[in-house]
């Protein structure tokens, strides 16, 4: 029996774990944490992109040590009525430069990697084959859990890395190009330029079901790549599936997720936007809650983030209005509708859109006006909540 005690235990190493992990590293290095994770890396097979206005001068600095690509140019986007250049300073990063930063400047015995979890309690962590590991406090990052109190729909994406064998000539990221076939969802391309010869092309829906058609996207990825010039060789892709929620009971959520005196972190904790279902900046404001907190007794640490995770629900109330209003007012090929006016709009309101922070002014603004969809039924949607996920993945 391991009878190694540590301060800290993380169940999960993806964005949210593995950020908390850093955190305590660079602000707490004196305590043992350990960090477990089933795959054979930390952060999975992901690529993570964010505006630089989305984050303080704390999260940014929490990134130092981590290899991203930066574009100081700002980014574009493309709809059928019109394109636009916005200045918003653009940031990305890999999965497998997450891995390398954290393996580098993590503790190396404090990492489990290829180590199943069977279950978190307050005094740690039970792993699939007979090991515990005994700790303090006890945070579980392990990812969403739909459940029938919650509602709303799924962004659904492939995304590949290509190698083209002349320049590309694209200057700065193109994160929405709607100027496709939207296949009864809102759909649209995200390119970013990797390097001269390098481009990671995703094709990305908002849709009413889970169901990702691997083969279809594919195609459709072979078809704009092609379109655009751009045949080459495939370097590396990802495929991902995540909620966008409309509403919902968080209380009720919360009380079939938790564990007494286990924390939750991370997109099972309900630390996102509902809207755009961007993580990275909530996940960095949480690692540096539980780096600010980390001597509190385990309990204590769970009842801090769970406060936290009440307070970010009634925050962005608005946007999961708006979530409903996309998916229950507005039919499916014209949901693109919704995102082209919205990027009429100013580009200061749009930052802080994205990064969870739009003023009442800014709400009103998004709001005023005619509406992109019919005045009845965006009533009707703003006084429901839409499909429990639950149901949808049933489905």
């Known amino acids: 029996m ?3 005690r540590w301060d800290i235990a993380i169940a999960g190493g993806g964005l949210a774990g593995g950020l908390i992990a850093l955190a305590l590293r660079q602000r707490r290095p004196e305590l043992k944490v350990a960090l477990v994770e089933q795959g054979e890396t930390l952060g999975g097979n992901h690529r993570w992109s964010w505006f630089a206005s989305d984050l303080d001068r704390e999260g940014t600095m929490l990134l130092e ?18 394109r636009r250049h916005l200045r918003t300073n653009y940031r990305s990063m890999h999965s497998g430069d997450f891995d390398a930063a954290l393996q580098r400047d993590l503790a190396s015995d404090g990492l489990f990697l290829r180590r199943a979890v069977k279950s978190v309690d307050a005094d740690g962590i039970e792993l699939a084959d007979g090991e515990r590991i005994n700790a303090r406090a006890a945070i579980d990052c392990r990812g969403f859990v739909p459940s029938a109190h919650l509602a709303g729909g799924w962004q659904l994406f492939m995304g590949r890395h290509v190698r083209l064998p002349r320049p590309h000539g694209l200057a700065r990221p193109l994160i929405m190009d709607a100027n496709v076939a939207q296949h009864g969802a809102y759909r649209f391309v995200y390119v970013l330029p990797l390097g001269a010869y390098e481009l990671f092309v995703e094709d990305t829906y908002y849709a009413d079901s889970e169901a990702l058609d691997r083969s279809a996207l594919s195609r459709r990825l072979d078809e704009y790549c092609a379109a655009h010039g751009w045949a080459g060789d495939i370097l590396g892709s990802e495929t991902g599936v995540l909620p966008v929620l409309t509403g919902g009971d ?31 900046p909530q996940a960095l404001r949480v690692a540096l809650l539980v780096a600010e907190n980390a001597d509190l007794p385990g309990d204590q640490l769970a009842a801090l983030l769970a406060a936290h995770s009440r307070a970010h629900w009634r925050a962005t109330k608005f946007y999961r209005k708006l979530g409903r209003m996309l998916f229950q007012a507005a039919r499916p090929e014209e949901r693109y509708r919704i995102f082209e006016r919205f990027y009429r709009l100013p580009a200061p309101l749009i930052e802080r859109f994205y990064a969870a922070r739009s003023t009442r002014l800014d709400r009103m603004r998004i709001l005023c006006g005619k509406p992109p969809v019919p005045i009845g039924k965006a009533v009707a949607a703003l006084g429901a909540n839409g499909t429990p996920l639950a149901e949808r993945r049933a489905a």
Do not use: C, I, Q
């Not at 007494?260 to 509902?274: I, K, M, N």
């Open 65 to 82: 040590t981590v290899r991203k690509l930066e574009w100081d140019e700002g980014y574009e986007v493309r709809f059928p009525a019109y």
């Open 2 to 4: 391991n009878t190694e």
């Open 250 to 280: 968080h209380a009720a959520y919360r009380a079939d997720m938790e564990v007494p005196g286990v924390a939750l972190a991370g997109t099972r904790g309900l630390f996102g936007h509902p809207l755009t279902s961007y993580s990275l």
